[in-house]
């Protein structure tokens, strides 16, 4: 799904005289946990002429941020016929516009997490563990569209690299908390369908059940290609911890695994128990980060 193109559909919809906001717009996808990713989309906007992201601000009223500057952007609403007065906009709740027309694209993705979660197993379903994948994506600050997949294999016993791969690709989706597998499965496929040593198992840069849906990017993968998988987070997304657990309504979903003073958070993504996936994780880790998430992460870096 090309999101960027769909909230510029809809700041696109905001008339001449009126003005919306992050939320407001975030709403319209579908889930207001995206209004963060809504400003940041904004900011790299190309035309603000043909996609007057200008016309969207702060909830509060004040005028929030613009890729061209502040000046330019109270300059533009002014043009509008917006007032702008100590960096807010007056009469906001006259020109506030959020009768967007919009078929709610993050709710369908919800709906498909949904889908995907009640094919989640979480018995142990492993042969041979003889090879050890994992993934990472990487993101240049100076090209913040374009992701870096890469999947790194080692072997489990001798902990040697056999099989290192990298795939680069155009990405239309922001990151927005909860949604990680809809930005990144693209490009974990265009690497996976490219090594030539099929893994046994794959360690995931996310989390696998720890997801409010229980399908975070781990158990998206996982159940996508019916493959054994592992998410290993480096921050806890939700819930809380009870000693080593943690717990979400009530619910055991993730363990922290320290080999270092820093946890990793572990839940299991697919095919796979939590013990095992814990017992996994704490052997494949020389450091903080398990050994092959750690070296996919230094490859998709470079």
């Not at 680069?168 to 990144?184: G, V």
């Not at 996310?206 to 781990?218: E, M, Q, R, T, V």
């Not at 363990?255 to 299991?268: G, Q």
């Amino acid at each position: 799904m090309d999101l960027i193109e769909e909230i510029y559909k809809l700041v696109r919809q905001v008339p001449r005289g009126r003005v919306s906001t992050y939320g407001a717009v975030a709403r319209a996808l579908g889930d207001i946990i995206a209004s963060r990713a809504v400003g940041l989309v904004l900011n790299l906007n190309p035309d603000p002429d043909r996609t007057p992201c200008y016309r969207i601000i702060a909830s509060d009223g004040s005028v929030g941020g613009f890729s061209r500057g502040i000046e330019e952007k109270i300059e533009r609403l002014r043009r509008d016929g917006i007032e702008v007065r100590n960096g807010k906009v007056m009469n906001f709740g006259k020109v506030f516009f959020d009768d967007f027309d919009t078929d709610y694209p993050l709710k369908r993705l919800r709906k498909e997490q949904m889908r995907l979660s009640r094919k989640v197993r979480l018995k142990d379903e492993l042969g041979e563990i003889r090879y050890v994948a994992g993934f990472d994506a990487g993101y240049s600050k100076s090209d913040p569209l374009t992701a870096h997949g890469a999947i790194v294999t080692i072997e489990l016993e001798s902990m040697e690299i056999v099989e290192e791969m990298i795939a680069r690709k155009r990405i239309r989706f922001p990151y927005i908390p909860t949604y990680l597998a809809f930005r990144e499965f693209p490009v974990f496929l265009e690497a996976y369908r490219r090594i030539k040593i099929q893994p046994d198992l794959i360690l995931v840069d996310g989390n696998g059940i720890l997801h409010p849906f229980k399908l975070g990017i781990a158990s998206h993968i996982g159940v996508s290609l019916d493959l054994p998988t592992i998410g290993v987070a480096k921050n806890l997304l939700m819930g809380e911890m009870r000693g080593e657990d943690v717990v979400y309504q009530g619910e055991v979903l993730g363990k922290a695994v320290y080999s270092s003073r820093k946890p990793i958070f572990v839940s299991p993504g697919h095919r796979m128990s939590l013990d095992t996936a814990v017992r996994l994780v704490r052997k494949l880790c020389r450091y903080r980060i398990p050994e092959p998430v750690r070296l996919a992460h230094i490859l998709a870096k470079s």
